[in-house]
Structure formats: structure tokens, C-alpha cells
């Protein structure tokens, strides 16, 4: 597969899952949306990012359906893809964040002119502690990364067989058992590129991006993968 093939898919696949991701947390956060203020608000949360990878890592099977740059970089530690095509991924999947993270704003435009205060939708964006300790908050993007690349990159028989939906569970698993400390990242793509993204959207009252923090969504899933993928590589087949 070319170069350019890899990006188009990598881009429509992590904007895809921006758009649905980002969305589900705008449904419940916003005002005049069906969803703000029916209850299950991180039910509602958890699966729309779970089902969300679903859908993007499937229309991205052509590439592999990565659209994270720490399973990406899970699988170039591996050898399954070349260290060459790894800049193209990553750049497919942060330009695809921040305009999946666009697009889930404009879906939601009468919705954000119509909030009172807008400096509290930066988490429909991108993820914040719960408690502000950066060397744990790292702690917890690491394990929750390397949960999702160690299932990817072991058992291929199991993960064939289940397929993109094997993801999805896992991830909202992960969602559920590890979210709440941090809001799971887990994906550098879809932390950066919507920060990215509310940065610059026109967003009447917004809050800053919170720059400060935003490394820790970036190196916590790489590092985490980077973990993954080293036991993987010694672990019995």
C-alpha cells in the first residue's frame, strides 16, 4: 500500500471516530441536545468513543485500522509495518482528529451559540485529570494504552476473529475500568488534533486548551505501547 493510500484512509478512519466520539460527550455536555440531562451521561460517553473506534478503525481496514498513533507505533515496534510509513500515519491521524473534532462543532453549532458559559466544553474536545498530578496522570494513560496494544498485538487468532469490534470492547472496557482518572485518552490522535481543533474553532467564551496538560494524553499512550509492544515481542507464541 502507498504512502498516500495509508493517509486517506488514516485520515477518514480518525476523523470518523473524532466525530463520533467527540460528539457523544458534546450530546451529553450541551444544552438543547436530546441527550443533556437524561442520565447515563458516561454510559453515553464510554460507548460512543467505543463504538466510535468501530467505526473508524473499520472504514481504515485498507491501512490496517490503526487511527491511534500508539497502536501504530505498537505495530512498527513489532515489525508489521516499516518505520518509514510511521510519520504518514501519524500525520493522517492527528490532521484527521482535528478535523473530525471540527466537524462534530459544526454538527453542534446552534447548540454551543446557545450556552450560557462555554469555558467548561473544552472536555467535549479533549481529555483533563480528575485530580491534577501529572506523574500519575501519566501512570494511567500508560496503562490504559497498554492494554489496548497488548490485546491488538497477541492472540491474532482471537483478534481476527472478533475483528474491529474486539477493539471497540476493549476500549470500552477501558473506558470503564481506567477512564475516570483521567478521561482515557489512550489515543494521542484523538486528544491532540480536537485540542488542536478547539484552539481555533470559534467558540463564543471558551476556555484555553490547557496546553500544560497536553502532553501527558501524547507520551502516556506512546509509552504505554512502546511497554506492549516490547512484552509482546518476548512473550511465548
Known amino acids: 500500500m502507498s504512502n498516500i493510500d495509508i493517509f486517506v484512509w488514516e485520515f477518514l478512519g480518525t476523523a470518523v471516530l473524532c466525530l463520533l466520539g467527540n460528539g457523544s460527550v458534546a450530546a451529553v455536555v450541551l444544552k438543547n441536545s436530546y441527550s443533556h440531562g437524561g442520565g447515563g451521561d458516561w454510559l453515553i460517553i464510554v460507548l460512543g ?36 510509513s510511521v510519520p504518514v500515519y501519524w500525520a493522517a491521524q492527528i490532521l484527521g482528529g482535528i478535523v473530525g473534532a471540527s466537524l462534530c462543532w ?18 467535549i474536545f479533549c481529555t483533563s485529570p480528575a485530580i491534577r498530578r501529572f506523574r500519575w496522570n501519566i501512570v494511567t494513560e500508560i496503562l490504559g ?4 496494544v497488548i490485546w491488538v498485538l497477541t492472540n491474532p487468532e482471537i483478534n481476527q476473529t472478533l475483528g474491529y469490534a474486539g477493539v471497540s470492547f476493549v476500549v470500552i472496557t477501558i473506558g470503564f475500568g481506567l477512564g475516570g482518572p483521567t478521561g482515557y485518552a489512550i489515543n494521542p490522535a484523538r486528544d491532540l488534533g ?27 499512550p506512546l509509552i504505554g505501547a512502546a511497554v506492549a509492544a516490547g512484552l509482546a515481542l518476548v512473550l511465548p507464541s
Open 49 to 84: 468513543w467505543g463504538f466510535g473506534v468501530f467505526a473508524g478503525a473499520s472504514l481504515a481496514a485498507p491501512s490496517g485500522g490503526h487511527i491511534n498513533p500508539a497502536v501504530t507505533l505498537g505495530v512498527a515496534i513489532s515489525g508489521g509495518i516499516p518505520w518509514s
Open 106 to 123: 459544526a454538527a453542534f453549532k446552534l447548540q454551543f451559540d446557545k450556552m450560557d458559559d462555554n469555558s467548561g466544553t473544552r472536555g
Open 145 to 148: 494504552a497498554f492494554v489496548l
Open 194 to 220: 480536537p485540542r488542536i481543533a478547539y484552539w481555533f474553532l470559534p467558540i463564543k467564551g471558551k476556555a484555553g486548551p490547557d496546553w500544560n496538560y497536553s502532553w501527558v494524553p501524547v507520551l502516556g
